[in-house]
């Protein structure tokens, strides 16, 4: 049974930063592809980030230069650095990850700017 697990969400001040964390169990992580996405109340979800399984990554023009999507296979674990944060960047934020054709989702982990 594949597992995702995400944390480090909360709290912050514009201008901060947070390190979001992607745990996955039941699949082989270092073969997999792993995004992140975010809905933000009364919003439709949106892609953030993604990371193919050759460190390639790819980010939305309105995290670019702020945002840092990586992995540590060794760890089972993706991560979503966060930096100058905005209130707009206020949101659930989930982690996806595709592995043979199959997509699977965390349970989202909430992060708040405040201004």
């Known amino acids: 049974q594949v597992q995702l697990v995400e944390s480090g969400g909360g709290l912050v001040q514009a201008g901060g930063s947070l390190r979001l964390s992607c745990t996955a169990s039941?699949?082989?992580?270092?073969?997999?592809?792993l995004a992140w996405y975010r809905q933000a109340p009364g919003k439709e979800r949106e892609w953030v980030a993604d990371c193919t399984r050759y460190d390639s990554t790819n980010y939305a023009d309105s995290v670019k230069g702020r945002f840092t999507i990586s992995r540590d296979n060794t760890k089972n674990t993706g991560y979503l650095q966060m930096n100058s944060l905005q209130p707009e960047d206020t949101a659930v934020y989930y982690c996806k990850m595709r592995w043979f054709g199959n997509e699977y989702w965390g349970q989202g982990t909430q992060v708040i700017v405040s201004s």
């Open positions: 039941g699949l082989v992580f270092s073969s997999s592809f």
